[in-house]
């Protein structure tokens, strides 16, 4: 359904105490923006992305619950997703202790940058700090991060293909696929990312991990991804283009 921007501040949801269903009704009509507001659309889908990981520690099943709602509104990317992407984590899923720590860890250290995408071969490659170099060939003997522009570093390849969910079957997602040789056997071949486009431009992902070696498979958290400044939208208003606020810690 159409949605006209003189709309949206009505349905603005709180930004520390919202309702899950209220973020799931203001993101539907983000997705109702005509083109010419998309860049809004983008940054106001971003920006919920992120306050509902920052809230995570606080209020997780809420957090959850609002993420899982962004998630199913998706679909597969209307276009094929090329190039460098801007990556955040979002949150993790995992027990509370675990997932505590891991918050901390990321707040102090984030060596994943996003991810790089080569529609052509219907596949794509993480990219890393350049202080992951180490870490990664410590934790994953033989893996050789490479360099790649704007200082970063590639690693643990991927293949794409669009299928159902595995925890969401009733959803086609673009399924990132690290199960192939040239991976390390270590965690990584069982792991299977799942995105969708909640807006142009706007990208939520889903973390899963296999359990046994079967196809069996936990979510463990969530990501976000978005193309880097230079490609997003030049064509927008500046007052739409402005700088994204960076939500509060909850």
């Known amino acids: 359904m159409a949605t006209r921007k003189t709309d949206l501040p009505a349905l603005e949801p709180d930004p ?3 309702q ?5 009704r203001y993101v539907q009509a983000l997705q109702g923006l005509t083109k010419a507001h998309a860049e809004l659309a983008r940054r106001a889908a971003w920006n919920q992305i992120r306050l ?10 809420e957090s959850h619950d609002t993420l899982n709602r962004i998630f199913r509104l998706g679909e597969p990317p209307t276009a094929n997703l090329e190039g460098p992407h801007d990556g955040i984590l979002v949150t993790p899923t995992i027990p509370a202790p675990a997932s505590a720590a891991l918050r901390r860890i990321a707040t102090a250290w984030m060596p994943w940058l996003g991810k790089r995408f080569d529609p052509q071969r219907e596949a794509g490659d993480n990219l890393l700090a350049p202080s992951a170099r180490v870490p990664a060939r410590v934790l994953f ?3 050789r991060p490479e360099p790649v522009e704007g200082g970063r570093l590639a690693a643990f390849r991927f293949r794409t293909y669009v299928g159902p969910g595995k925890v969401d079957p009733d959803r086609e997602t673009l399924k990132i696929d690290y199960d ?4 390390p056997r270590l965690l990584i071949r069982d792991i ?4 969708v486009q909640v807006v142009p431009g706007a990208y939520l992902g889903k973390v899963l991990l296999r359990r046994g070696g079967g196809d069996e498979w936990r979510l463990i958290g969530y990501f976000a991804l978005q193309p880097p400044p230079a490609a997003r939208h030049p064509e927008a208003q500046p007052s739409e283009a402005a700088a994204e606020p960076v939500p509060a810690a909850v």
């Open 52 to 61: 509902a990981g920052a809230r995570a520690g606080a209020r997780p099943e």
């Open 141 to 143: 003997p033989g893996c």
């Open 20 to 24: 899950p269903q209220e973020v799931e």
């Open 180 to 183: 192939s040789e040239e991976n």
């Open 16 to 18: 520390l105490e919202p």
């Open 192 to 195: 299977l990312d799942e995105l």
